[in-house]
């Protein structure tokens, strides 16, 4: 991934003198559009119906059922044999489900790489370049989509998930899944102004931030926004200058982070490394539009503070 530029300014009402008017493109027929997935639900019903119809998986639940209705008979009553049938019925549906599912999810992502023209990877895993990434004791990501993402600036988009494995007095064993929709972008100009930024969603209680604060390593950035310290918490390195993070943080990007960012945002910047995250795994082409959107406009920012 390379150096972030800020994108050029498409809100213009009216093209400039001499230039010629863009000609709008013609939408495509209502057919064709209804067959492009929007959502990873989009297409698991005509799946399901698919699966659901082929004569041997027809053939084979059918043989099935029968079998459970004689072994269930014959060891017991009718009524046992009746529900085995019943029980293997509902597991073949199951698994017809969860197949279904799989198969609509691949529809859904292959054709919002396809059609934003990025490099797609099902699965993977993302450089370990700031603490969410770093986290847990088993890291992995799904649909990895690399190119130049709708915001218009190159990076990566993918469905991330790290474990968090513990055991019970009993010595039994849990895992514990916690899952993100990440962006990320390469900002090297900005590495050598500062080395760690880190905009964290806000966890605990304002008033005991002193206390927290004695046992952290990085610094607390203040700054007067009442509606900012509600949502988020911002540290910075401990060498890091701090009137650089104050002018990052600008009066107009305090209001957009207060008022404007999605609720479950949060970035993370690390040795020219940006990581902004939303927490779950999202399957929605417009959401996942819009978190590339928020994500190209936080790099956008801290590129052009770079330059000053």
Known sequence: MSEQQPPADSGASSPPPGAEPAVPETPPPPAAAAEIPLDSDDTRGKHFRELATKPWILSLTFTM??????????????????????????LVLLIVSVVASSRAEEDFFNAYASA????????????????????????????????????????????????EHTRDSDGNKDVDHYRFTVVMHDIPAAAQ??????????????????????????????????SLDKRFEIFYGA??????????????????????????????????????????????????????????????????????
């Open 193 to 226: 102004k500062v080395e760690q930024v880190y905009c964290q969603r806000r966890s605990g209680f304002r008033w005991m931030d002193g206390a927290e604060d004695v046992f952290r390593r990085m610094n607390r950035l203040e700054l007067e926004s009442e």
């Open 239 to 308: 060498n890091d200058p701090e009137n650089w993070l104050k002018q990052l943080f600008s009066p107009s990007f305090v209001v957009w982070l207060s008022d404007e960012a999605p609720d479950t945002m949060a970035f993370e910047f690390a040795a020219g490394s940006l990581c902004v995250n939303v927490r779950k795994h999202h399957d929605n082409a417009t959401e996942l539009d819009e978190i590339c959107r928020t994500a190209g406009m936080i790099a956008t920012r801290i590129a052009d503070e770079a330059l000053e």
């Open 116 to 163: 934003r023209d990025l490099n797609r990877t099902r699965k993977g895993s993302l450089p370990p370049t700031t603490p969410l990434l770093r986290k847990g004791e088993l890291r992995y990501a799904e649909q990895i989509m690399n190119g130049t993402l709708p915001s218009g600036l190159p990076g990566a988009l993918g469905l991330y998930t790290y474990e």
């Open 65 to 90: 059922a029968v079998i459970g209705f004689v072994i269930g008979a014959t060891q017991g009553s009718p009524l046992i044999g009746a529900a085995i049938s019943a029980g293997v019925l509902l």
